[in-house]
């Protein structure tokens, strides 16, 4: 299975997580329903609303963790390699949403970001609002240090344990989750695969803590084929 779906996300949004069988790049070279935009990685949580007429080489150059659309034959990703991938999608206001939170990313609220993008730049209500938390480290892979955890559980005191060494874990995919229930959207629209990037017993992802460097990454993306 190349690529991971979330089961709620509705038709007529096309989406998914891919695994390190998918070469990203690949994916959508050959489409002509949808074009791929996606931002220029760094960590923060500024985002991008797309329009779909830009050149998608001019939008990668721009800072960006989040981008959103609610246009149709676009489609916005982001890439992770450990860090946790949402997409989101409010389907009354036909917009959509891709996020990038490491624990920068988680820890500035981006995906509250994203939420809030859709609801007053794309006119999308805040309890239609659907959430898929994607492959990513898991608490007990994600050894952090105590200035780190400091700030996770500043946002989710429940995201932060203790292993049996003493040190502190960080559970982003929870903490992620406690976020965009914070903002409002039902918890039975936030879906989490549960899929560890580090210890999937399959090794189905690329995990740059797993191979100690950058070998690859996984891409999520959403939209909306027409
Ligand atoms: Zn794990």
Redesign the pocket.
């Known amino acids: 299975m190349p690529l991971l779906r979330a089961g709620v996300i509705p038709a007529g949004f096309d989406h998914g997580f891919t695994t390190r069988d998918v070469d990203p790049d690949a994916l959508f070279a050959q489409r002509t329903d949808l074009r791929l935009f996606r931002g220029l990685q760094v960590h923060r949580a500024d985002v991008i609303v797309v329009q779909g007429d830009e050149d998608p080489y001019d939008v990668v150059a721009e800072a960006a963790d989040i981008v959103c659309t609610a246009r149709a034959r676009v489609a916005v990703g982001v890439v992770t390699a450990d860090c946790v991938p949402i997409l989101l999608c409010a389907p009354a206001a036909a917009a959509c949403a891709a996020v990038h939170a490491g624990w920068r990313g988680t820890v500035q609220r981006a995906v509250q970001v994203g939420v809030a993008a859709l609801v007053k730049r794309l006119g999308a209500r805040v309890d239609d609002v659907r959430a898929a938390i994607g492959p990513a ?6 050894e952090v240090g105590d200035d780190v955890a400091a700030e996770v559980a500043a946002v989710d005191p429940g995201a932060v344990t203790r292993g049996p060494s003493g040190r502190a874990h960080a559970d982003l995919r929870r903490c992620n989750r406690t976020l965009l229930c914070a903002a409002g959207v039902p918890a039975a629209q936030i879906e989490d695969l549960h899929a ?5 017993p399959a090794g189905r992802f690329h995990s740059y803590r797993r191979n100690r460097e950058l070998r690859g990454e996984q891409l999520a993306f959403i939209g909306r084929p027409g």
């Open positions: 480290i898991c608490g007990p892979c994600y560890c990037t580090r210890c999937d």
